[in-house]
């Protein structure tokens, strides 16, 4: 019906000069608090760096469907992932592009969709404690699901990501001292719990509504998050650049005005937690179409996948 949509798709070359802003930032900022009190540090880290590195994590969310460079410089994305990677503290990038395009191919699949939280956890963390527990670790659990649920084989391109961070850490260390080396990785563990960015991992695929289970957000938080909020445009069309989702909802309204969504992370962590009827549960999903989860070799794995989309 609107095939100018299909101008949005392609790359955008403001992803990499936000990225590379919000690097530098981070490093000067960590520089100029080595040699203060453990106390402003940590409030720094949750304020400011929280801010930033969960911004930066969201650019690697970008650059796993190549949104920077496109497709046709595979490499230009991954070399800027490992810049944005460095104020993480640990390696992400190759790790995320691994899992984050199987969440997409098969959403809600009770196997290859790694976003989907496990029966464990599900046991665990289902009292409004657990589930204010659940937001508070869930750095760790996105981190660690993945390679319980669904082991895969290590990419060179991941060790590499591995030795970059890895290098990061030890120059910042060795030159600005250990404080200016912890702000990196209290950024990240701070921004990537219970922070306001935050509300958008629950708010992105929790049912609150029955009857939908992918939600967009129109805040103002967008601004420094790649639109990440129009996740409803993100999962219809994966190619076009976070900057131009507005367009899309823009252009084809009727498609999107009407569902349900949301105006505040903050509100969508609160209710999480103190709705009853909303916890780790409230998913989605559906059989696999790939049967049981086992270790298997990367090329497998990927024949898998073209057999399941095919």
């Given at each position: 019906?609107?095939?100018?949509?299909?101008?949005?798709?392609?790359?955008?070359?403001?992803?990499?000069?936000?990225?590379?802003?919000?690097?530098?930032?981070?490093?000067?900022?960590?520089?100029?608090?080595?040699?203060?009190?453990?106390?402003?540090?940590?409030?720094?880290?949750?304020?400011?760096?929280?801010t930033i590195n969960h911004s930066l994590s969201l650019a690697l969310h970008e650059l796993?469907?190549n949104l920077a460079f496109g497709h046709s410089r595979p490499m230009c994305n991954r070399i800027l992932g490992f810049i944005t990677n460095l104020?993480?503290?640990?390696?992400?990038?190759?790790?995320?592009?691994?899992?984050?395009?199987?969440?997409?191919?098969?959403?809600?699949?009770?196997?290859?969709?790694?976003?989907?939280?496990?029966?464990?956890?599900?046991?665990?963390?289902?009292?409004?404690?657990?589930?204010?527990?659940?937001?508070?670790?869930?750095?760790?659990?996105?981190?660690?699901?993945?390679?319980?649920?669904?082991?895969?084989?290590?990419?060179?391109?991941?060790?590499?990501?591995?030795?970059?961070?890895?290098?990061?850490?030890?120059?910042?260390?060795?030159?600005?001292?250990?404080?200016?080396?912890?702000?990196?990785?209290?950024?990240?563990?701070?921004?990537?719990?219970?922070?306001?960015?935050?509300?958008?991992?629950?708010?992105?695929?929790?049912?609150?509504?029955?009857?939908?289970?992918?939600?967009?957000?129109?805040?103002?938080?967008?601004?420094?998050?790649?639109?990440?909020?129009?996740?409803?445009?993100?999962?219809?069309?994966?190619?076009?650049?976070?900057?131009?989702?507005?367009?899309?909802?823009?252009?084809?309204?009727?498609?999107?005005?009407?569902?349900?969504?949301?105006?505040?992370?903050?509100?969508?962590?609160?209710?999480?937690?103190?709705?009853?009827?909303?916890?780790?549960?409230?998913?989605?999903?559906?059989?696999?179409?790939?049967?049981?989860?086992?270790?298997?070799?990367?090329?497998?794995?990927?024949?898998?996948?073209?057999?399941?989309?095919?």
């Amino acid at each position: 019906k609107y095939p100018e949509i299909k101008n949005l798709m392609g790359h955008d070359w403001r992803i990499a000069v936000q990225a590379i802003f919000c690097v530098l930032l981070q490093i000067i900022t960590a520089i100029l608090i080595r040699q203060s009190s453990w106390k402003l540090i940590f409030l720094v880290a949750y304020i400011v760096g929280g801010t930033i590195n969960h911004s930066l994590s969201l650019a690697l969310h970008e650059l796993t469907h190549n949104l920077a460079f496109g497709h046709s410089r595979p490499m230009c994305n991954r070399i800027l992932g490992f810049i944005t990677n460095l104020p993480l503290g640990v390696p992400a990038s190759i790790t995320l592009k691994k899992y984050h395009l199987d969440h997409h191919r098969f959403q809600g699949d009770g196997v290859y969709d790694t976003d989907i939280p496990t029966n464990l956890e599900v046991m665990l963390f289902s009292t409004r404690l657990g589930k204010f527990i659940f937001l508070i670790i869930m750095p760790l659990l996105y981190s660690f699901r993945p390679m319980f649920v669904l082991p895969k084989a290590i990419h060179l391109l991941e060790v590499v990501n591995f030795i970059t961070a890895f290098s990061f850490d030890f120059i910042m260390y060795y030159y600005f001292g250990g404080k200016a080396a912890t702000y990196f990785i209290l950024s990240t563990i701070l921004g990537l719990s219970v922070h306001p960015l935050s509300g958008h991992f629950i708010a992105e695929h929790y049912v609150f509504t029955e009857g939908h289970e992918t939600y967009s957000y129109y805040g103002p938080l967008n601004w420094i998050t790649y639109n990440v909020g129009y996740h409803n445009e993100h999962h219809d069309f994966p190619f076009i650049p976070g900057y131009k989702l507005p367009k899309v909802r823009q252009i084809a309204a009727e498609y999107y005005d009407n569902l349900p969504h949301y105006d505040s992370w903050t509100k969508v962590l609160y209710d999480f937690v103190m709705n009853q009827d909303v916890g780790p549960w409230s998913r989605v999903t559906r059989p696999s179409k790939m049967g049981k989860s086992v270790v298997i070799s990367q090329q497998e794995y990927e024949k898998q996948v073209a057999k399941a989309e095919n």
